[in-house]
């Protein structure tokens, strides 16, 4: 029996030490409410809920070790590269097999937001014609724009929502192509007055995820995973959306 419970404490401590030993790289961008950086902090719905996922599961990787990339960079090294995570990912049907989730984050409408003054009309991809429309570079919007049909070079094609959205509050462009709810963050936390904005064409519901590279183990994915699902049904999940959406 002793020998048993000892041989069953060295799997455990093996399996612990083996997971620690993956240790992964980690990339987001900037994309509140769910990541961003404030006073050289990392903050948003998806860090922290990412900071509970690491300390539950055992993982020895912290949220200080977070990466700040441009979102093509980091999108085509999580593809390239083993023991890469990169969040918030939205999960379409073109990604699907490229990577490895652990989620949901958060379910959201990817939409196109416009100035109301404009007028903006969209009934069909090929009303995009008529209008500059703003996109950030392999974003899961403009690959759903193009996937609708949208032509890449009727696309402003740029490396930031937030570069994009200071194009629209000074008329540079006509849409913007993002997720609603942090287009509308982000627009109010650039001053701009949102009852002078809206959604005129939904494109899709969308959930995010952490996408991580399609090597990864089902031991790291299950540990998170696991991690995740306590915390929404602990409430810590609700806790912390409320925190930045409320």
């Known amino acids: 029996m002793k020998k048993t419970m000892f041989l069953l404490i060295l799997i455990s401590l093996a399996s612990i030490s ?18 961003f950086t404030s006073d050289s902090s990392y903050k948003g719905i998806a860090v922290d809920l ?26 085509q090294e999580v593809q390239d590269k083993p023991n890469t995570l990169l969040f918030s990912m ?9 990577f490895k989730w652990v989620g ?29 429309t703003g996109t950030v570079r392999d ?38 192509a993002f997720n609603v709810p942090a287009a509308l ?7 701009a007055d949102l009852s002078n904005y809206e959604v005129v064409y939904v494109l899709k ?12 183990s089902a031991a790291i994915l299950n540990s998170l995973q696991k991690a995740l699902d306590k915390a929404k049904q602990s409430g810590k999940y609700d806790s912390i959306v409320a925190e930045y959406l409320n």
Request: proline share 3%; hydrophobic share 35%; glycine share 8%.
């Open 18 to 35: 083996f997971l620690s030993a993956q240790s992964l790289r980690i990339m987001t961008e900037e994309n509140a409410p769910f990541n």
């Open 50 to 75: 990412l900071e509970i996922m690491l300390k539950d599961s055992g993982r020895s990787e912290t949220i200080n070790e977070i990466k700040i990339l441009p979102w093509a960079r980091s999108y």
């Open 90 to 98: 939205g999960r379409t049907e073109s990604r699907e097999d490229l």
């Open 104 to 132: 949901p984050i958060y379910s959201l409408q990817i939409g196109l937001i416009a100035k109301k003054d404009k007028n903006v009309k969209i009934g069909t991809m090929s009303d995009l014609k008529k209008y500059s």
């Open 139 to 176: 974003g899961a919007p403009e690959q759903l724009l193009l996937k609708a049909g949208a032509k890449e070079g009727d696309l402003d094609r740029g490396s930031s929502l937030d570069a994009n959205l200071k194009k629209l509050i000074a008329g540079r462009i006509d849409i913007v």
């Open 185 to 191: 963050y982000n627009l109010k936390k650039l001053g």
């Open 205 to 216: 519901d969308l959930d995010l995820y952490y996408a991580f590279h399609s090597s990864t």
